[in-house]
């Protein structure tokens, strides 16, 4: 079984700063998917970025990017330019191909992004 | 593109109801996941359906819940007889299949049920 484990229950940023939340994994598996996805206050679950684990090369979206570390079973993500929009729950989450079905999620890490 | 939907968005029920959700998909996605969500939790998976299918089903999901999706397109998830331990964030998510890039799930906004 994947486990998924957010050490950082929350964290706190200012504004136009940059702030990288951790997530490390455990699979036995090669063949996998990795997600960071936001969940605002009282509003609905949102893909941030996706990871392949077969490309070395870290992925990017606009301000985000991840650094992902195969063989240490890690995958963090950067917020660079921090804007308030950004507050909210982080959930790394993993997706093993082979069974094609469930997301296994993290427990999160609440971001506030202050003035 | 219209996104995942789920209705209703909020349900109080007393103890010992049935209550039953609804979630529709974006329309072209075949595959289509049910999540609970309990405060300060992530989601944890219910169960999974390919097309009408229902593939996989979590030992979270009791024989008080069950779940349909009679002609591939919108689902119902029901729970019997419903336990105060069932208040929760109950979140749907649809895709297409793996091995695209389009096989990200992406979720609707929720029904928040409270079993008082």
């Known amino acids: 079984a994947q486990t998924v484990t957010q050490s950082q229950p929350e964290m706190s940023v200012q504004e136009a700063e940059t702030v990288t939340l951790s997530c490390t994994y455990d699979?036995?598996?090669?063949?996998?998917?990795l997600f960071w996805y936001k969940q605002p206050p009282s509003r609905q679950m949102i893909l941030v970025i996706r990871q392949e684990a077969y490309k070395q090369q870290n992925a990017t979206e606009n301000r985000f990017s991840v650094n992902f570390q195969k063989a240490a079973k890690s995958f963090s993500l950067k917020i660079s330019d921090s804007q308030l929009g950004d507050t909210a729950m982080y959930f790394c989450?993993?997706?093993?191909?082979?069974?094609?079905?469930?997301?296994?999620f993290g427990t999160g890490t609440r971001l506030q992004v202050t003035l | 593109d219209t996104g995942v939907s789920q209705d209703p968005r909020h349900k109080i029920t007393k103890r010992g109801q049935n209550v039953t959700f609804r979630c529709d998909p974006i329309?072209?996605?075949?595959?289509l996941y049910w999540y609970r969500q309990t405060l300060g939790q992530g989601p944890e998976f219910l169960t999974y359906f390919q097309n009408e299918a229902q593939l996989e089903k979590s030992r979270l999901l009791s024989d008080r819940f069950s779940a349909e999706r009679p002609k591939g397109s919108f689902s119902t998830l029901e729970i019997q007889r419903t336990e105060q331990g069932d208040s929760a964030m109950y979140l749907c998510?649809?895709?297409?299949?793996?091995?695209?890039?389009?096989?990200?799930?992406?979720f609707g906004p929720g029904t928040r049920l409270t079993v008082l």
């Open positions: 989450a993993f997706f093993y191909t082979g069974t094609a079905s469930k997301l296994t």
């Open positions: 329309s072209e996605h075949n595959r």
């Open positions: 998510a649809s895709s297409l299949p793996t091995g695209t890039r389009t096989d990200t799930q992406y």
């Open positions: 699979t036995s598996e090669n063949n996998y998917y």
